[in-house]
């Protein structure tokens, strides 16, 4: 039996994950979005492809992500992966890590989350310019 996708259930749950309430997700949409049709969104099993497209970009998901994610799927694989048998299957292996180039990755990706979050921030800012304008 062939599993279906619910492509409203995987935007409720990427967008859940992101922290993104369903009425900032109206906002990005446009005027003619409100929290209820969110709602009602999130309950369709298959979404248009150019509103697809457009909650891509308010998400900075992929479509594919919403198109392609079965949660049974995900949750099969990694209980095949950890469950005992598999896990004696697993080699692990031991590996020297230098101490300096741990701390410099560290820094750069704490730069690199920094930088985002500022953008994140910029983004927000002109977000509430835009609804303070309307």
Same mark, same amino acid.
């Given at each position: 039996?062939?599993?279906? &996708? ?5 935007? *409720?749950?990427?967008?859940?994950? @992101?922290? =993104?309430?369903? +009425? %900032? ?6 005027e003619e ?12 099993? &298959?979404?248009e492809?150019?509103?697809? *497209?457009?909650?891509?970009?308010? @998400?900075? =998901?992929?479509? +594919? %992500? ?30 020297n ?7 410099t ?17 910029d983004e ?11």
């Open positions: 039996m062939e599993q279906k &996708i619910h492509q409203g259930r995987n935007v *409720k749950r990427f967008r859940e994950m @992101l922290g =993104i309430k369903q +009425e %900032a997700l109206a906002f990005d949409l446009g979005w409100n929290q209820k049709k969110i709602s009602i969104l999130e309950q369709k099993d &298959i979404i492809d150019d509103l697809l *497209k457009a909650i891509s970009t308010a @998400l900075k =998901i992929p479509v +594919e %992500a919403f198109q392609n994610f079965d949660e049974e799927q995900a949750v099969n694989l990694i209980s095949c992966t950890f469950s005992d048998n598999a896990m004696f299957n697993n080699r692990i292996e031991v590996q890590i230098n101490p300096i180039d741990q701390l990755k560290l820094h750069e990706e704490k730069i690199a989350l920094y930088e985002r979050m500022l953008k994140e921030k927000m800012m002109d977000r509430l310019e835009k609804l303070i304008n309307k």
